[in-house]
């Protein structure tokens, strides 16, 4: 096979653009959409967040009888409606630290800084897509949750609630939220730690690790503190009802996206300063 | 055009390029030459500016690489380690990285058919030959039509053909004008690709030249002679500035001394000669004899164990 030098002329490009922010943003929903990681985890994280409710429902129901009465005035349908948060968290969370640590292990990163030698744009278009994604993703499953879970309690006519209820609306949508943060602060994460392990770890020590060590302190240190960990005010979100130790909802929403903020703007400042 | 001005790059108490000046031309194939682990890397990292430099500065077209409104459009670069997801096709790949410029899917479709892997552009690029991964980078690198092209050893991994073909496209793009720095640590392949060669070992620049003086320099004439009495023929040549060696027995290898003068001594000391010749070292061992000093790592010497920088 013979090859000529004009067979491979390289053809001239009509109109050269400039990066902008939005164009970064084209590009990273491009990058996500396109790995086969974000459909699985995505997936795992709807069936999580659909099917723990919905086992969760079914076995208070076909349990109620044998229940206490003090057990049974300890159920509350939005703990059994928002359950499969608790676990969805993690399939979000490793995402969303992926969508950044997985340029690292592959060496994409170079080329993606290539692109964008400012750096900052591609972060914020990372943080900006993957929590759009999430939310819309994720409000579905969340309401759809409520509404099964109901169902199936109502078929043993026990702890209905209505979605239009004080506060349930909130809370339902709350969950949604909580979901699209923490996958925001777990990619801050990725973006300080470069190492998926190591993000994954960070994380998990952070939301899952240290707060029960924090009952080991004294309780009233405990108790001033503890409201105050990413976890606990992340979880305020979505709660139906706060107590004497935890934030109210609004509190809770403005501490995490703090805490999130912060995250993203450390993960900033190292990107523009490390190498890549 | 790239300007280095005493580039400098420290990781830790290792510096990996040590005050580098030299500016690549546009029209020519300049090739980029050390041995490995000289900081040909490093250096195109630095002028890409994904890592910063300790000191010194480098200018591509006139600006810092970070200051450009159309990045890609300036440089496209090849790079020695993978700069490729492995879990995204070639196709979506190369769309990503056209959306931050704004450049169409017919420009992506038209490099994936220039480059050859048109039946591949769905596949995972993880799933790659490396010669395949190699025509990938390369269309990475023109995607953004770029007028200067920075190629980190674009030979690794292909088959003749391919070298063949790359040869032409470097060839072809410097032609049309654009700006063409290749690295390489081989320097048969240069001898067929450069124009002009800048050598560096150990992150210091050796040589700034063409191919041909780079040739003239290092080779410094070795005259080889045949002689029945090449002991009396040596005692006879030696002298100020003239080395010789014998490789065998009847044979010397004199440097330092041309042709001319080494068979005028032989006729008038009646010494016989069977054959006298001019040795033209090869790019190859001119590299080589630049270099020597200068390869960090040499084989047969046990390394003493290295202390990790933290």
Known sequence: MSITV????????????KVTQLRVAASEWTKLHSLRSTR??????????????????AITASHWNHMSLREQANRH?????????????????????????????????R???AAVPKRLPVLWAKAAIFAVVTFVLMVGPVVAAFFISQAILNGHHILQISFSANGVTRAVLGGALYLTLIGVFALAVGAIVRNTAGAIAAFAGLFFVVPPLLNILPQNWNQSISEYMPDSAGRAIFDLHHGLHTLSPAGGLALFAGYCALALAVAAVLLVRRDA | MIEAETLTKDYGAKRAVDGLSFTVRPGI?????????????????LILGLDAPSGGRVLVNGKRYRDHASPLHEVGALLEARSVH?????????????HTHGISRRRVADLIDLVGLHDVARRRAGKFSLGMGQRLGIATALLGDPAT???DEPVNGLDPEGIHWIRNLLKGLAAEGRTVFVSSHLMAEMALTADHLIVIGRGRLIADTSVEDFVRRASGSVVRVRAPEATRLRDLLLGDGVAVSSPESGVLEVT???????????????????????????????????TRDDVEYKAGVVAEPEEVAA
Not at chain 1, 40 to 57: D, E, H, R
Not at chain 2, 256 to 276: I, K, M, Q, S
Request: net charge negative; proline share 3%; hydrophobic share 55%.
């Open chain 1, 6 to 17: 004009e067979e491979i002329k390289l053809p001239r490009l009509a109109s050269v653009g």
């Open chain 1, 40 to 57: 699985w985890s995505f997936l795992v994280a709807i069936v999580l967040t659909v099917g723990l409710p919905s086992l969760f429902a």
């Open chain 1, 111 to 113: 080329a993606s800084l």
């Open chain 2, 149 to 151: 092209l920075l190629l």
């Open chain 2, 256 to 290: 330092g001394l041309t042709t001319d003068l080494v068979g005028e001594t032989a006729a008038a000391n009646a010494v016989v000669l069977h054959e006298l010749t001019l040795v033209q070292a090869s790019l190859e061992e001119a590299f080589m004899e630049l």
């Open chain 1, 77 to 109: 349908p939005l703990d059994i409606a928002l359950a499969g948060v608790n676990l969805s968290q993690l399939a979000i969370a490793v995402l969303g630290v992926l969508v950044i640590t997985g340029e690292y292990s592959t060496g994409m990163i």
């Open chain 2, 86 to 98: 492995t879990g995204r096709s070639a196709q979506n790949h190369l769309l990503a990285l056209a």
């Open chain 2, 29 to 45: 194939v300049t090739g980029f030459l050390g041995p490995n682990g000289s900081g040909k890397s490093t250096t195109m990292r």
